[in-house]
């Protein structure tokens, strides 16, 4: 019988994610109708609670008429979307996370010094797909991509994806270092703090939980990492985007259930999580209500600061 939820204290929305909202609601207040490239972040409420303030999610810019507001996602863009942005008469504004950010000067300053760049992130994921324009790189997601690797340079360096923690790229790195000896790190690793707040979070979970509930978006990478980590540390673990897809046959032998979320999840979903189980189970001790202050703040951008 359920007898404890203890919530992750690193969970839900991150600085980037905050700050990438806050851009879409300033812009419908500013300028009224606005288009994003791509979901602003992976979740499906986010995107259908903006949706329904006006904001218009597209694919394909050639679809928005001239002289609209063009907002790119926190995940970033690519240098050629700008370009074509600029074509087609569209104003831009700029929601990619600060962290992300760094990662394309980065790629541009590297190689601009004569380095070969190996990118490990993930191939269909917008933040890959917007870092590689910035520079020619080689985008690796396992050992069978380095093995393939052929870089006739004595300068190499490896960038990551912000939303891989340090225990998704270790043993990537460890197999780039074997191979390439001489390969270098960037001077700070590009790991998103979000990121692995919430992945070191999970870990924790799992010392004492029978069962880890992740709320967050099927499309969202750093939030299928968490359920992944959980069940690395041998804890049974679930991906739900709210209270709707929670299955009680899961609770079977379990005294204490942990629950976290992705960087991209509202608390509330988190919140409804919670009432839910409690009214299926009656009184249960809840541990860490509050979530923890991290402490990062991200400004808008200066657009919508003057």
Known sequence: MLKKIILAPYRGFCAGVDRAIL???ECLKKFGRVYVNHQ???????????EKKGAVFIDDIESVPEHSILIYSAHGVSPQLKSKTKNLNLIPIDATCPLVTKVHIEAIDFYRRGYSIVFIGHRNHQEAIGTIGYSPMYLVEDKTDIENLKIDNDKIVYLTQTTLSIDDTKNVVASLKEKFPNIESPKKEDICYATQNRQDSVKELAKTCQLILVVGSKNSS???????TSKS???????????????FNWFQSVETIGITSGASV??????????????????????NVERANEGIEFILPKELIL
Do not use: A
């Open 23 to 25: 851009v879409v609601e």
């Open 233 to 247: 540390y041998g804890v049974n673990s679930f991906l739900i985007d709210d209270k709707s897809q929670i299955n």
């Open 266 to 287: 509202p608390e509330f979903l988190v919140q409804e999580v919670v009432n839910e189980i409690c009214s299926h189970f009656g009184k249960i001790e809840i541990e």
């Open 40 to 50: 602003i972040v992976h979740n499906t409420f986010v995107v259908s609670d903006l």
């Open 222 to 228: 750093n939030s299928k990492r968490l359920v992944e």
